[in-house]
């Protein structure tokens, strides 16, 4: 990825060359006195100014303990003890260290741009009979727009004219392009690469995916893992006890142990270089910018660090079946004509898989033959068909009413039809299970995962076919939705975290209450993006280990860094303080251990 310098970053980079050239200069004048500190204080100046500056300010606003302030402590130190070029090597090397940390950074900012540019920046509106280019936050809700071979989709809608494929890949991270003609709903962002569309809009900018999306990514930053809590914390007491702990290095032993002055000086300036935080500081949050970016560019949208932290140590993870694991599509396998006419029609109006499965296989509804409908959450429909009450649903349905019934002995979902109090027979449907779910099961378990539980409303025996098909380790049927909760409730009383994942638009009150929620085949879906903490863009179950490797990898270079900083920090601290470093390893310490950690923070960034 090819980087930008800024205007700051490039001034920054005079500076060092500029500086180090007058170091040279002045290491190679055979001066003494105070020539040769004015020939050091140059270089210095130069490269350190700004440090010094932005150290007096703070003290002015009331925050004394900084980096800055280490700095500008160390180096006025080391140049009053005569140690001049030590002096101007510490400012140098960390003036090098922050550079190369602002390019990291940017560098991890412009692989979040790249998923910005899905944005598009203009629509073809038709106004007037023509068509006029505009910006997208100027369409209104029902206008009609066109997108052209090549143009990406300004906003949320639906085909009126046209067929082609959409290349996804920006949003899902998948790259086989979907076919869409008319009355499909398209999605902005998605890159149109055929024919040309006609599209009716259905949402305004603001509120159309793309939207939504780019705002979740912005906003994930703020969102902190407990790590980089942690070091917030960590710094915020770790810097002040430094200085007080160098004072005392520099004063105790000559004061009362007959001390060399200036021997402990020199030891207090190096214990002040080693523990500048800045190491953990930058590359800590780097590490879970870098994680959430490299899960945004697999179509995994993590809403903060905190998740990203939290679906590493996941052990527990609990499916929604129909729609997650299954397609939430249904074939008709076998159906009593009479009951499959009056199953259809009770469900004319819902768009509950199942219902719309069964409509499918009867063919044209009648709609005016039906009146009163209403659906029973979890149990099924009621309504009024040629005049006759009919009931349209589960077992429990037609148990609730007293109506007698023959149970279905096959292993597929069932759904009982009532007329007029009566049984007349049942409609039996096979939900289809996603060719990938076995394979995503087996990864799943292959990273460690064996506690995977699968919670339906289904029959027993249906949940069942589909538990085995795919692997998972238990499964709850003929739930209620208020009988998921409770049943994650439970799960939830053991040790671990616990990860739901659903379909996000049936399932908001347990996504919302697992420790982390995950939402599937989220592309396009408001309820999905709001309620979960995870959003799996497309409809595969693969992109689920897919996220738990990204998090795990992110959270393991998250402690090596803070491993590795805080090991070779005390280790020259303890050095120093018995005499045993000097400024250069400290100089190591501080910017070289930096400039590793946020190396190895960038790797994220390469996933």
Known sequence: ??????????????????????????AALPLEGVLKLTAFLIPYLVIGWDVLYRAIMNIARGRVFDENFLMGLATIGALAIGQYPEAVFVMLFYQTGELFQDVAVARSRQSIADLMSIAPDTANLLSGGVYVTVSPEEVPIGSTILIRPGERIPLDGVVLDGTSELDTAALTGESVPRPVSVGDAVISGCINLRGVLTVKTEKTFGDSAVSRILELVENAAAKKAKAENFISVFARYYTPAVVVAALA???????????????????ALIFLVVSCPCALVIS?????????????????????????????????????KTGTITTGTFSVVSADAEALY???????????????????????????????????????????????????????????????????????????????????????????????????????????????????????????????????????????????????????????????????INDAPVLARADIGVAMGALGS??????????????????????????????????????????????VIILAVFGYANMWEAIFADVGVAVIAILNAMRMLRV
């Open 342 to 504: 009056y199953a259809a029609h009770a469900g004319a109006e819902s768009t509950h898989p199942l219902s719309v499965s069964i409509r499918e296989s009867f063919g044209e509804i009648d709609r005016s033959r039906v009146r009163n409908i209403t659906e029973i959450g979890g149990r099924g429909i009621s309504a009024e068909v040629d005049g006759h009450f009919v009931l349209s649903g589960n077992a429990n349905l037609l148990r609730e009413h007293g109506v007698a019934f023959t149970p279905s002995a096959a292993d597929a979902t069932a759904v009982y039809v009532s007329v007029d109090g009566q049984y007349v027979g049942c409609v039996s449907l096979e939900d289809i299970v996603k060719p990938e779910a076995a394979q995503a099961f087996a990864e799943l378990r292959s990273l460690g995962i064996s506690r995977t539980v699968m919670l339906t409303g289904d029959r027993e025996e249906a949940a069942e076919r589909v538990a085995e098909a795919v692997g998972v380790s238990a499964f709850q049927a003929n739930l209620l939705p208020q009988d998921k909760v409770s049943a994650v409730e439970e799960l939830l009383g053991g040790k671990g975290h616990l990860v739901f994942v659903g379909d996000g």
């Open 1 to 26: 990825m090819k980087i930008r310098f800024t205007k700051s970053q490039k001034r920054t980079i005079l500076r060092i060359a500029a500086s180090a050239v007058l170091l040279g200069v002045a």
């Open 284 to 320: 800590i949050p780097l590490g879970f910018f870098g994680g959430i970016g490299a899960a945004s560019r697999h179509g995994i949208l993590v809403k903060g660090g905190n998740y990203l932290e939290a679906l590493a140590k996941a052990d527990t993870f609990v499916f929604d």
């Open 249 to 267: 290095a520099a004063f105790i032993p000559p004061l009362f142990f007959n001390g060399v002055w200036e021997e402990w000086i020199f030891r």
């Open 526 to 571: 408001d309820a999905a993006i709001e309620a979960a903490d995870v959003v799996l863009m497309d409809d595969s179950l693969t992109r689920l280990p897919e996220a738990v490797r990204i998090a795990r990898k992110t959270r393991r270079i998250v402690w090596q860094n803070i491993i590795f900083a805080l090991g070779i920090k005390f280790g």
